[in-house]
């Protein structure tokens, strides 16, 4: 596994690696999985998708200050490159890209990536400039790697339709590969914010997976019909932890995230998303599940 931390030295060793298997296949699939570090399971399993997929696979690991408001945690966000660099050689990357934010911009820069519509809801409201920093890092790392195929994890389910539309607004050559989300077994996502949650808090954070999963098991049994029951049950379930402080607890439909009206019946629609963002102290937490068709894709 080569670390490889500039530009130039990046696109060298790919232009190596191509021209190495082209000798193999006809078609040579770079398979990338961008990230911020501090990798977990949910990491592992894009890594997995991207090596099972993928002739070479790239791993960016690149904290991105540009999608960070200014008192979000950019500074104090995990980073832990020794234990990054040893998951990655276990799910057998080839590359790591580590560059430095000089690296990735040098100053000046006047060139943004804006997608509009669809940022402007859910974490874009309340998060602002925060999927402008991420479309242009992506689009930046898209044309450095120059990859035929990129892993998002679906718990960030705004940020895959957000790169997704960007993906087909700018005819970027590249599939976008949605992995499902990675839980803990007694339900909570992984997120490498989740090191950030005291045992008490960690364990109230729990009534996310639980919500969705009472919301899930709601449409299944038809209970829940509207937008509005979906809405109540969701505030029903989380307002049982003491610390939970609801950014949105939304039902809208997917990928245009256009929100539901609350007496819209949740059977006109062939693609929804739940989706929720909460504060548990200082630390913000996101969860989301899909019901396609009135089938829940993924169980809570
Ligand atoms: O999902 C993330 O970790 C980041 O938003 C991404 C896609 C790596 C861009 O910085």
Known sequence: MKVIRTITELRRELSLMRKKQAIHSEETIVGLVPTMGYLHQGHASLMKAAREQSHIVVLSIFVNPIQFGPNEDFESYPRDEQ?????????????????????????????????????????????????????????????IVQPQKAFFGMKDAQQVAVIEQMVHDLNMPVDIIPCPIVREQDGLALSSRNVYLSAELRQEALVLSQALRAAQESVEIGTAVTAKDIRRLLHEHIGKSAHAVIDYAEIQAFPSLEPLADQEELNAYDDLLIALAVKFGKTRLIDNIRIQKMEVLSHV
């Open 83 to 143: 234990r990054d660099l040893e998951t990655a050689r276990a799910e057998g990357v080839d590359i790591v890209f580590i560059p430095s934010v000089e690296e990735m911009y040098p100053q000046p820069t006047q060139t943004t990536i804006a997608v509009s519509g669809i940022t402007e809801r859910l974490c874009g409201a309340s998060r602002p400039g925060h999927f402008n920093g991420v479309t242009t890092v992506v689009s930046k790392l898209f044309n």
